[in-house]
């Protein structure tokens, strides 16, 4: 089929083999790539009840048919598996150079089994597999063992994906790195690959997916660039990035403050895009082919950290080190941003472990807690995480774990095992809809609801408001098989993704036809969930948000109402039952 190689590569570390098998075209229509085509290997493949850390788990790295094609949005790739830090179906993007190479290497998707005996990397082309030696980097900081990888394969053009610390000793939200600063941060998928003593992965290779009509892709990607180039959204992702978003937050009371006790940082201006661009070197970086170049190179120009410099930080990770943990220097948000990429940890639910860390601290349950807006406590907090020492043992098993042990469930925030990204639903209630039913746990990206209500551009009924988030979510499904990146779809749409699908693969769907797979992927999602478990108390909110508001005069509170008529709805357009099972459950 066009866009697709029409192969997976099966590796086994137990017993150091790799096979190949053939995907059939009929299964390419169904499930197009991306995401599809990863929860399709992992219900054909994995056996929904087995322990996430054990050498049962499967991990599966995949790429869509817009990858390595003119398409700038297409410089991402996506990493798949049970998650160690929910239970349930795990998934991350990342950008950087990494995806068209992993397309070259002649698979649409890798997966990886077993576990190996000892440490390892894998070298992957389109001449087969290599296992390769890595207790020699075992225990190395993730920019460290990238280069290391990249220097020992020494391959033109290869790009390597690496852990760090923290997914060696399995901490529940480790991360995947590449190109130093790119991450595979949520659901802890770094920790996978730390249970299997897989160090890293070197990706190089030649192999082209064939496409349908070429001509067709390149005449639209000409027209997307002309026409959106230069414009007032490109202007400010090229200038700010994403932390322009903290001030919007702010204004908005939608900025998780202090653990999620308030909706504004009175300091927040310290981390805000105005002190990166005036205290700081700030330059566009950009993934692959893209035009956007949200990235932003930064270089510490003053005080203790003068000379660091790293891509970021981004917009979550200034909530999260920041906001939450009441930090309000943006330089010394950058030296914690750095520490979590040398460690490999989700700089999200690092930021809010090691908060409510600090609560704990001071509740009088767990010991040596730094407390808010102490930096260096903060950092010894994240390297004890990472390596599971002292209290650093307690919250590396992620949030939901560690409540329970310490008695603070009724403090801790998340839904199905995972913090909320940056945007309090308190003050956005189709966020509310959109943490509750993410089925990777609190989750921005499945919906991205979040700029559209704060912009007031949504309905304030339970009905129509689900109907709109409905769209938005089976858009961000469709854009995760192609894999497209969030910031175009502005630029791109139903439309454009439907002439990016004709023209790579062939195709020629309509939108409702669009609308039925993407749907169609997160029924068999969900269907993956629940053989795992997952019952409909888990398509909800921290009891904190209905019962703590936020607000200058405490306006902003969560509806507990408006959530139950939306989650009806919500399952009612799926097709599920009212208990928000698929049909086949």
Not at 163 to 181: D, L
Not at 235 to 260: K, S
Not at 475 to 485: A, V
């Amino acid at each position: 089929m066009y866009g697709f190689h029409g192969k997976i590569l099966r590796v086994d570390l137990s017993s150091e083999t790799a096979t190949e098998e053939t995907v059939s075209d009929d299964v390419l229509r169904r499930y197009p790539g991306g995401k599809g085509l990863a929860s399709h290997l992992l219900m054909q493949h994995l056996d929904p009840g087995v322990d996430p850390l054990s050498p049962g788990n499967k991990l599966v790295f995949a790429t869509g048919p817009a990858t390595d094609t003119a398409v700038p949005a297409a410089g991402r790739f996506g990493v798949f598996a049970k998650s160690p830090l929910t239970g349930y179906f795990g998934e991350s993007f990342s950008g950087g150079k990494v995806a068209p190479v992993l397309k070259r290497t002649g698979y649409d998707a890798c997966m990886i089994e077993g576990a190996a005996s000892r440490p390892v990397y894998l070298h992957i082309s389109d001449d087969g597999v290599t296992f390769r030696e890595a207790s020699a980097i075992w225990g190395e900081d993730a920019m460290s063992a990238e280069e290391a990888l990249l220097d020992e394969v020494d391959v033109g053009g290869a790009q390597a994906i690496v852990i760090g610390p923290a997914g060696e000793n399995q901490v529940g939200f480790a991360c995947i790195k590449n190109n130093y600063w790119r991450t595979a941060g949520r659901t802890g998928m770094g920790a996978v690959m730390g249970s299997k003593y897989l160090k890293g992965i070197v990706f190089s290779g030649t192999s082209k997916a064939p496409l349908a009509d070429e001509d067709r892709l390149n005449e639209y990607v000409r027209d997307m660039i002309r026409t959106y180039r230069d414009t007032e959204r490109t202007e400010l992702l090229q200038t700010l990035g994403t932390p322009y978003m903290v001030g919007v937050a702010n204004e908005a009371c939608a900025f998780p403050t202090r653990y999620w006790s308030a909706g504004t940082f009175e300091r927040w201006e310290g981390i805000s895009s105005d002190a990166m661009q005036q205290r700081m070197k700030v330059r566009p970086n950009a993934c692959y082919r893209c035009f956007i170049a949200c990235g932003k190179m930064s270089e510490v120009l003053q005080g203790r950290h003068k000379g660091l410099v790293l891509e970021g930080p981004e917009y979550e990770t200034l909530y999260a080190l920041g906001g939450i943990c009441c930090v309000d220097s943006i330089e010394e948000v950058v030296y914690l941003n750095d520490l979590c990429d040398r460690l490999g940890l989700d700089t999200i639910s690092g930021g809010n472990m090691v908060a409510l860390g600090i609560e704990a601290g001071r509740r009088g349950k767990l010991d040596d807690q730094p407390d808010y807006g102490d930096v260096d406590g903060i950092a010894r907090s994240l390297r004890q995480i990472a390596h599971r020492e002292g209290p650093g043992e307690i919250l590396a098993r992620g949030v939901r774990s560690a409540a329970a042990e310490l008695g603070m469930e009724d403090v801790a925030v998340e839904v199905k095992g995972m913090e909320p990204a940056g945007y309090d639903p308190r003050r956005l209630p189709g966020m509310t809809l959109g943490y509750a039913v993410s089925e990777r746990g609190a989750c921005h990206l499945r919906s991205s609801f979040y700029m559209t209500e704060i912009k007031g551009e949504v309905p304030e009924e339970a009905v129509p408001k689900t109907r709109e988030f409905f769209n938005f979510e089976n858009r961000n499904t469709f854009e995760d098989m192609l894999i497209i990146c969030r910031f175009y779809q502005q630029f791109i749409g139903w439309e454009g993704m439907q002439v990016i699908l004709q023209a790579t693969t062939g195709m020629d769907l309509s939108r409702q036809e669009m609308v039925d797979l993407a749907s169609g992927v997160a029924g068999n999602i969900k269907r993956f969930n629940v053989r795992a478990g997952w019952t409909k108390a888990e398509d909800w909110l921290p009891e904190r948000f209905f019962a703590e508001p936020i607000g200058e005069k405490g306006e902003f509170i969560a509806d507990e109402e408006l959530l139950e008529e939306m989650l009806a709805e919500y399952y009612r357009l799926h097709g599920w039952s009212e208990e928000g099972l698929p049909a086949d459950e």
